[in-house]
């Protein structure tokens, strides 16, 4: 079977299409991300209505461009996963609309799918001899929750961040440091040639069970603020400021998940989102708990529509689609799917 996956959440074009072979196993045919960055750079992030408009501009080349280079017809098609929550409402329903007309234009089944869940599922993808169940920390821009994963459609949360997502963190930090949007990772790759730092940033929420960033990210600011002139005169400040705040996010994250594993007795844990791509989380997760920890690849923390064809195939298997009369739900907690 051939599924169509198309992924508009928020600042990324994507569509995949994924064969699932006789064999039960799962094969990317193709795939495209087409990256909105450069349009959102000059505003510090993302616009919402340019982002729509963006999206309805590439989502037609991007969707073509797949289903060109598998070389497969539309009509082979087996179902379209296409996200329809959480996200930017208008960027949404670009992607809902243009799936649902090629769902009822084609006949093929349509599936509507959670974004979070993908990245949820979507590590299995990645890592067929992952099983259920496993505990998931999804950090991303928008998302920091550890959830444990039961089955398709059986999750339930353990923790999520009160305020700021810790992806946010990492990019908010990064603009004060001085790196145009989205800085995160550029922040994390500055971060990474050092190895100490003369600042120590409060490690905050240690007794209750969510994250919480906030707290943080005003110490940040105000650190930053205080050294703003002495980094113009000593280069390795600001490389010495990013250690920091690098190991403030990682630790808030570590100590959380290690939380949740000795209360949950996991022992399998997968850890997705765009913040998974980060060096020392990776590195410092590898010594928690004795679990066996799990990633997606680097290319498939960040969004993607691969992830999404890989729900929707999984949903499929269990008989399920969408209605035509249903549309998009910009907030839509995982937990609730
Ligand atoms: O999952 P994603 O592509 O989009 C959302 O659903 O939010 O995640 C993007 C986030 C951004 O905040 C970005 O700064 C962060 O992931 N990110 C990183 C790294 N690479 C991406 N944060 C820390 N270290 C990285 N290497
Ligand atoms: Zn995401």
Aim: net charge neutral.
């Amino acid at each position: 079977m051939y599924v169509l996956g198309i992924e508009t959440s928020c600042d990324e074009t994507a569509a995949a299409l994924l064969e699932k072979t006789p064999q039960g196993g799962f094969k990317i045919l193709s795939e495209v991300v087409s990256s909105q960055w450069k349009a959102h750079q000059p505003y510090g992030g993302v616009v919402p209505e340019l982002a729509s408009r963006e999206h309805l501009d590439n989502l037609p080349l991007v969707v073509n461009n797949v289903i060109e280079d598998s070389n497969i017809k539309l009509e082979q098609l087996g179902a379209i996963g296409v996200t329809r929550g959480p996200g930017l409402k208008g960027c949404l329903l670009v992607g809902y609309e243009f799936a649902k007309a090629i769902s009822v234009s084609r006949k093929i089944p349509l599936l509507g799918v959670n974004h979070i869940e993908g990245h949820v599922l979507g590590v299995m993808l990645d890592n067929p001899t992952l099983t259920f169940p496993y505990l998931c920390l999804v950090v991303s821009g928008g998302h920091t929750e550890i959830l444990e994963v039961k089955d398709v459609g059986s999750v339930s949360l353990m923790a999520r961040t009160i305020d700021d997502a810790a992806g946010e963190t990492f990019d908010k930090s990064a603009n004060l440091l001085g790196f145009p949007y989205p800085g995160g990772a550029k922040l994390a790759a500055l971060a990474d040639d050092y190895s100490s730092s003369e600042f120590s940033l409060p490690r905050v929420m240690r007794k209750s069970a969510g994250f919480s960033f906030s707290g943080l990210k005003t110490a940040i600011s105000l650190l930053v603020e205080k050294h703003r002139e002495a980094m113009v005169v000593d280069v390795d400040l600001r490389g010495r400021m990013a250690f920091a705040i690098q190991e403030a996010i990682v630790d808030a994250l570590i100590f959380k998940l290690s939380q949740a594993i000795k209360e949950s007795r996991a022992t399998k844990v997968a850890i997705t989102g765009g913040v998974s791509a980060n060096r020392r989380l990776r590195e410092l997760v590898q010594n928690i708990n004795g679990v066996k920890v799990y990633f997606p690849t680097l290319d498939h923390c960040m969004d993607n529509a691969a992830m999404i064809a890989y729900v929707a195939a999984k949903r499929v298997e269990r008989k399920e689609k969408t209605d035509y009369n249903t549309t998009v739900i910009s907030r839509w907690p995982i937990e609730s799917v």
